[in-house]
């Protein structure tokens, strides 16, 4: 029954291979072309290419993108200003600081006085620790013997009684000098005895008034000046006698000095 069905003038070739149907030929032939036509190799790997009418076609699938080696870098959104170095500021002093500072310029003015004063010294060849006492004119042909100056040499706290000690060896050479006087008076008088008490006044006047200046004034002045226990034995003991002495001569003794 099936060779009734089947076409007398059909290729027998045909009928065993179904390939060379002209019409499946054609539909094959037709896909292929348009597929062909529509790929663009420059195109975007993510858009597919377009289907041929009546052609089926699978979707292009885009091949997976390599990871980026470089690190993430974030861009800021406004870049920083440039970079100016600038000197640091130092902290306000405080009141302490100012004090020191004020002090620290006083000494360094001071400092500088001194040295001007110094080389001003210098330069006039001036020895400062030049005998000064007694204080004669400079034509005489003997010079001062002694260097004196209490604000030099004394200590504050002790330079009034250095001076009372002073003051006290000028009122004793005053007084042998008015004894002096009154032997002459006595003398001119006419008194008896009065040439002798006359002669040891004089002796008194010319020998005591040097010898209490070297032997007790200055032990005290430099007492005071070094802080010498051997200079303040040496004081106590001569101003003593000379106390003892001095009460002999208030007694009037014929023949002793004393007026």
Not at 132 to 146: I, Q
């Amino acid at each position: 029954m099936s060779d009734f069905d089947s076409n007398p003038f059909a290729d027998p070739e045909a009928q065993a291979n179904p390939w060379q149907d002209p019409s499946v030929q054609q539909a094959t032939a037709g896909g292929q072309r348009g597929g062909l036509d529509d790929f663009n190799p420059f195109a975007d790997n993510a858009q597919t290419t377009k289907p041929a009418s009546g052609a089926k076609t699978t979707p292009v699938v885009p091949p997976p993108k390599k990871p980026d080696p470089s690190p993430a870098v974030m861009m800021p959104t406004e870049e920083p200003p440039a970079y100016t170095p600038t000197a640091a500021q130092p902290p306000p002093p405080t009141p302490a600081q100012d004090d020191l500072l004020r002090r620290q310029e006083e000494l360094e003015r001071k400092a500088a006085e001194l040295q001007r004063k110094e080389n001003e010294m210098k330069s006039l060849n001036y020895n400062p620790r030049a005998n000064n006492w007694p204080p004669l004119p400079e034509k005489c042909p003997v010079g001062p013997c002694f260097y004196q100056d209490f604000a030099v040499d004394i200590p504050l706290e002790f330079q009034k009684t250095v001076k009372m000690c002073y003051y006290l060896w000028m009122a004793y050479s005053c007084l042998l000098f008015l004894n002096m006087l009154g032997a002459l008076a006595c003398l001119c008088a006419g008194g008896d005895g009065c040439g002798t008490t006359f002669g040891i006044s004089v002796v008194y006047l010319v020998l005591f008034t040097p010898c209490s200046f070297v032997c007790w004034y200055r032990p005290v002045y430099k007492a005071f000046r070094s802080d010498s226990s051997f200079n303040f034995f040496l004081f106590f003991s001569i101003f003593f006698c000379q106390i003892i002495f001095l009460i002999f001569l208030a007694l009037g003794i014929p023949g002793s000095g004393g007026w």
